[in-house]
């Protein structure tokens, strides 16, 4: 049988719910804080204020506030927001205080530097060291010896062919070896260093010489070395000749005159009109050279005029123009081209340098010789 609800029962049911969520809102809702209050919390609990102002003096670096109903012991949070100072950085488990304490830390995470530098540019040139010594060693270490490993299976697969085998082989191993150990000794003997010029002509050259040596070998032993091993090697011989002249850019980009600041050679070329000589100026960490040879004989022993001047006899460096009449000899028989030329003035009288780029040239030499004459080397 159905139960009848009449208008009224309905009317008051619905009356005492809604009463009763009422009274449950209010007891589960947190109290607002009324003027009545005054300078206390429920439970009679105390402000933040007015609990630091019972610590000592000493005590305030502490985070101090009213204790958690929870009972909970978790630490404060650290961060933004936290109304806390951040956590110090650490290197090697001791803190780091201050930008100076962190500047100190990123000098120590630069790489050593094989040459001298001045302190004024001391981080700059160590990030250019962290760039050049990855693409010296693609050049110059990594390159050649993929080339060998190629070179050794071309040599595998050619084996057993007859006497083409062997010929080929001879060649192959005539070419590519000694050129491969020249570029390998180049950069572990620290040569690179003196021989600042020309990376990208040797890593190109040098690699040429070992593609082609490699290239008659591959063809007798066929199959698939035989198309594997001149394409790895010409690419090794691409990505040596980028690296070296990336490497190159990275330690001697010219910014404010930024290499004089380091004790690598700079060298130019002399502007000289007859074509079969070929000069060069070099400003080292304590001199100032400059030679004439036969072109063709750079880096051989053999100048037809060389000359030298040591920083401690410098004294001015200018940039003059000379015209062909009245141009000073800069060798027997060899007088200076017209044009814009650098002297150097000494206790012994001028030398008159025909470098290319004249004022560039005047620049690195008149800033290396300030800097030459201030501490701070390292």
């Known amino acids: 049988m159905a139960t009848t609800w009449s208008g009224s029962v309905i009317a008051r049911t619905l009356q005492r719910y809604r009463c009763e969520g009422e009274s449950s809102h209010a007891r589960i809702r947190p109290r607002e804080p009324s003027p009545e209050d005054g300078d206390q919390l429920p439970n009679d609990e105390p402000l933040v204020d007015a609990h630091n102002a019972l610590l000592p003096p000493d005590a305030f670096h502490l985070p101090v506030g009213r204790p958690s109903r929870t009972g909970s012991t978790a630490p404060p949070p650290i961060g933004p927001g936290s109304g806390l100072p951040p956590l110090p950085a650490r290197h090697g488990g001791e803190p780091v205080a201050g930008q100076a304490g962190a500047g100190r830390v990123r000098d120590m995470r630069l790489p050593a530097l094989p040459f001298a530098v001045h302190v004024s540019r001391r981080a700059e040139f160590g990030h250019r060291w962290a760039r050049a ?31 083409a085998g062997t010929g080929t082989s001879v060649v192959a191993l005539a070419l590519v070896v000694p050129s491969a150990g020249y570029l390998l000794w180049f950069r572990a003997s620290g040569r690179f260093l003196t021989r600042t010029r020309y990376w990208t002509v040797r890593a190109f050259s040098f690699g040429l010489v070992q593609l082609l040596g490699t290239i008659p070998l591959a063809v007798v032993a066929g199959g698939a070395v035989g198309v594997l091993c001149p394409v790895v090697i010409a690419l090794g011989v691409l990505a040596s000749t980028v690296a070296a002249a990336r490497a190159h850019r990275a330690l001697f980009a010219a910014a404010d005159g930024a290499p004089a600041a380091t004790s690598l050679p700079l060298e130019r070329d002399l502007r000289i009109h007859p074509p079969r000589l070929y000069g060069t ?41 000379v015209d062909e009449h009245t141009a000073p000899l800069v060798g027997p028989g060899v007088a200076a081209p017209a044009g814009p030329v650098v002297v150097v003035s000494t ?12 004022a560039e040239f005047a620049v690195l030499l008149d800033l290396r010789l300030r800097l030459a004459a201030e501490p701070g080397w390292s």
Request: no cysteine; aromatic share 6%.
């Open 133 to 163: 010594r990855s693409a010296l060693l693609v050049a110059f270490v990594v390159a050649p010896l993929i080339v060998l490993g190629m070179t050794l299976a071309a040599l595998i697969g050619a084996s057993g062919k007859g006497p």
């Open 281 to 321: 100026a070099t400003i080292g960490a304590d001199r100032l050279s400059w030679s004439l040879k036969p072109r063709g004989r750079y880096g051989f022993p053999g100048a037809l005029v060389a000359g030298t001047v040591p920083f401690g006899e410098i004294t001015g460096v200018r940039v003059d123009q």
């Open 347 to 358: 206790r012994r009288g001028d030398a008159v340098v025909a470098a290319k780029d004249a």
